[in-house]
């Protein structure tokens, strides 16, 4: 299973955050769909609502699944911001498996990873997690400032940070940058169809 929130903070059009991670699976879907791909698992997508409230829609869901059904999902991959301005590439390390997916597919691709730490347990993967099914996930930086390592492997702006725009009006699609999502959109593609059709 795939999330991504489709709510926005009030004070923004939360184009990044989150506009940008629910493209992303909406691409994955489409492109699934439009190569006629048959997964051997069932493929799940979710846009939630009322992140920015308090992960509220992804609890609500958890909360009402039953145990047998909670127990058909193997995986939860969670999308929150992955086309920030001045991007970072961070992948979530709460489960060894998922993290390898993501990692080794941007190690192949020469770009190095980070673990995220930012955003720990205060987005949607959170509800999943919280009932012990495995979470995964990337990210690219909201507030937090980039160093001058990280510009340096990644490029961008030493000093500045990841997201200038994070939970503000200027969140828009000039608020992208494409090769962060472009990278992102294609890791999401990977994770997924590499779980989904195990080989
Ligand atoms: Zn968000």
Known sequence: MAGAHLDSVSAGPGINDNGSGSAAILETVLAVSREGLKPTQHLRFAWWGAEELGILGSRH?????????RSKIDAYLNFDMVGSPNPGYFVYDDDRRLEAVFKDWFAAKG??????TEG??????????????????????????????????????????????????????????????DRNSDAIAHAIWTLGAPS
């Open 111 to 116: 770009v190095s990873t980070e673990i995220e």
């Open 61 to 69: 869901y958890v909360n009402r699944l039953p145990s047998t059904e």
């Open 120 to 181: 720990d347990g205060r987005s949607d993967h959170a509800s999943f997690q919280r009932v012990g099914i495995p979470v995964g996930g990337l990210f690219t930086g909201a507030g937090r400032t980039k160093t001058a390592a990280q510009a340096q492997k990644w490029g961008g702006t030493a000093g500045q940070a990841f997201d200038r725009c994070y939970h503000r009006s200027c969140d828009t699609t000039a608020n992208i940058n494409d090769t962060g999502l």
